[in-house]
């Protein structure tokens, strides 16, 4: 599998952007990928050097429309602490 299609989006909410200042990034990735794999990826992607990664499987949420019940999607979320000193150069700036 290719570094991009382990890696699918980053995430962008207040706690990620917190953690971003910290040298920590969180990105959405694919479920059958396992933690190696991420860090490998991480650094292929971005030319830096993934020191941890901790994986959280997010479960779906009931929603409702209208008249039809039904779930959201379950997706696999990763966060990955850099080296000291290394940054996303793609993140800094947007």
């Not at 990034?25 to 694919?30: E, I, K, L, P």
């Not at 979320?77 to 940054?87: F, N, Q, S, T, Y």
Request: charged share 30%.
């Amino acid at each position: 599998m290719s570094p991009e299609q382990i890696v699918i989006e980053p995430i962008l909410t207040e706690k990620s952007n917190e953690l971003r200042e910290r040298g920590v990034y969180t990105f959405r990735v694919n479920a059958q990928v396992n933690k190696i794999q991420i860090k490998d990826a991480v650094s292929k992607l971005f030319s830096v050097h993934a020191v941890e990664c901790r994986v959280i499987s997010v479960k779906s949420k009931p929603k409702r429309t209208r008249y039809a019940a039904g779930r959201t999607v379950t997706w696999k979320k990763a966060i990955v602490k850099l080296a000291d000193g290394e940054r996303i150069s793609v993140f800094e700036g947007a």
